[in-house]
């Protein structure tokens, strides 16, 4: 049987498991603290199919009509 893979998806925007040191200058940037960001379970599928784990921050590319490229963040949680 084949596994479906959900990033594969047109519907399913894309996602990136950005590094400590992006963390770090994101917070800086909106100065907030990790715990601020918008959540995301670690069992979503997104969160399985990347290897996301409980701590790191996804950043979400969607396509924007109006913008181009919208980005939102999530910090993935238990």
Do not use: W
């Amino acid at each position: 049987m084949k596994k479906f893979n959900v990033l594969d998806h047109e519907m399913v925007p894309e996602h990136v498991i950005i590094s400590k040191k992006d963390v770090g200058a994101l917070l800086t940037k909106y100065n907030i603290i990790k715990e601020q960001l918008p959540k995301i379970k670690s069992v979503d599928p997104i969160c399985k199919e990347t290897d996301a784990k409980s701590g790191d921050v996804v950043k979400i590319i969607r396509d924007s009509p109006t913008a181009g490229k919208s980005i939102a963040y999530r910090l993935v949680i238990d």
